[in-house]
């Protein structure tokens, strides 16, 4: 179960790679923080139900795409005490949901046992409709990012969606994944072409 849970956490962060994404991502920060100050960042210690969640392999590629978009934004990763921290957060519930499905096989417009009009009862069936239900997961992972100084919350990314079974060009994915959450970041990408 641990497992299929971990397996399913990766497919919240696969909405990247070419089609239309049910995974929302939000993320807010703090207006008055001067994010221009912070040269350095390291990485929180996962806590327990989040490192239980994701496996070691995929919290270095999680660490490795943040430390890709800040490094982006001028900031260096060092071990230790940043400037700012960095921590995840991550949560997996399960859901019930219901679908219903209506054939229509009702009344054919003629009756009696004879062709024409007449006296009888209309031949046909009425309409049914099927109800099941089925279970599925959702994910949530929150990247929160705090000021060293005053402890306090600067910038956080919350990515949210239904979780799919999909393993496939993981490393890939996670990075198009934050590159998607960084995009409203405070401080822009520097790339090449700028």
Known sequence: MKNLI???LLALLTFGVGCVSSISITTDYDKE?????????GFLKWNDESAAIVNDIDRRRLERAVTTQLELRGMKRIDGMGDTMIGFHVVVENKTGTTSYTNHYGGMGYYG??????????YGGSSTTTTSTYSYQIG?????????QSKKLIWEGV???ELQNDK????????KDMQRMFENYPIAAVT???
């Open 33 to 41: 923080a001067d994010f221009t100050q912070y040269k350095t960042f």
């Open 6 to 8: 971990f397996i399913a």
């Open 168 to 175: 496939s060009k993981r490393e890939e994915r996670i990075q």
């Open 159 to 161: 990515a949210q969606g």
């Open 192 to 194: 090449a072409s700028n």
């Open 113 to 122: 046992g004879g062709f024409g009009y007449g006296y009888g009862y209309p």
């Open 140 to 148: 949530t992972v929150v990247i929160d990012q705090y000021d060293s």
